[in-house]
T-cell receptor
Framework: SQQGEEDPQALSIQEGENATMNCSYK?????LQWYRQNSGRGLVHLIL?????REKHSGRLRVTLDTSKKSSSLLITASRAADTASYFC??????????FGKGITLSVRP | DTGVSQDPRHKITKRGQNVTFRCDPI?????LYWYRQTLGQGPEFLTY????????KSRLLSDRFSAERPKGSFSTLEIQRTEQGDSAMYLC?????????????FGEGSWLTVV
């Protein structure tokens, strides 16, 4: 079963704009991880945020986590055409395995 | 390259045939995971190992599926008597267990098409 729900399901923006993607989950977590997947390829790890953290940055990426609302957001600033991909949030609980949502399709128009 | 390696990348097989996928995790990673992904969906958990011990199997893993990690290094996923519904991408991932949270790294996946 899939725990996370990403919102929106699809997002189309212009190059240079910021992209914000949201993820909600249902059960308590140890950490939450965001991944990117280009069409037909494997998943690339973007960032991990632990349950006791509220915000993390990595380059143009900013991730927030609100455990009281069971939600996370991924912000990509100054988007590029190369950011076009599917983005997944995945939660890790006590069982140490990832549970994924259905993903968000991001299209960045040049 | 020190990433997770999967082989073959693509496999087309006839219904009823057996197929085997191999995964080589990142060196010294003690955890190894198998996931399955169909078009438009997120990856679904199948099974995972800690060293050579298989710790959990999903209900998705029918009796036709078997996974092994005999020496705690590489792993194989075998599907017997394949069905068209088995067509999917099979993803392998690995991590080093840490109390502070473990980043899980994925391979490029093995595409299976059952005709």
């Amino acid at each position: 079963s899939q725990q996370g729900e990403e919102d929106p399901q699809a997002l189309s923006i212009q190059e240079g704009e910021n992209a914000t993607m949201n993820c909600s989950y249902k059960t308590s977590i140890n950490n939450l991880q965001w991944y990117r997947q280009n069409s037909g390829r494997g998943l690339v790890h973007l960032i991990l945020i632990r349950s006791n953290e509220r915000e993390k940055h990595s380059g143009r990426l900013r991730v927030t986590l609100d455990t009281s609302k069971k939600s996370s957001s991924l912000l990509i600033t100054a988007s590029r055409a190369a950011d076009t991909a599917s983005y997944f949030c995945a939660t890790v609980g006590a069982n140490s395995k990832l549970t994924f949502g259905k993903g968000i399709t991001l299209s960045v128009r040049p | 390259d020190t990433g997770v390696s999967q082989d073959p990348r693509h496999k087309i097989t006839k219904r009823g045939q057996n197929v085997t996928f191999r995964c080589d995790p990142i060196s010294e990673h003690n955890r190894l995971y198998w996931y399955r992904q169909t078009l438009g969906q997120g990856p679904e958990f199948l099974t995972y190992f800690q060293n050579e011990a298989q710790l959990e199997k999903s209900r998705l893993l029918s009796d036709r599926f078997s996974a092994e990690r005999p020496k705690g290094s590489f792993s194989t996923l075998e599907i017997q008597r394949t069905e068209q519904g088995d067509s999917a991408m099979y993803l392998c991932a690995s991590s080093q267990l840490q109390f502070s949270g473990n980043t899980i790294y994925f391979g490029e996946g093995s595409w299976l098409t059952v005709v």
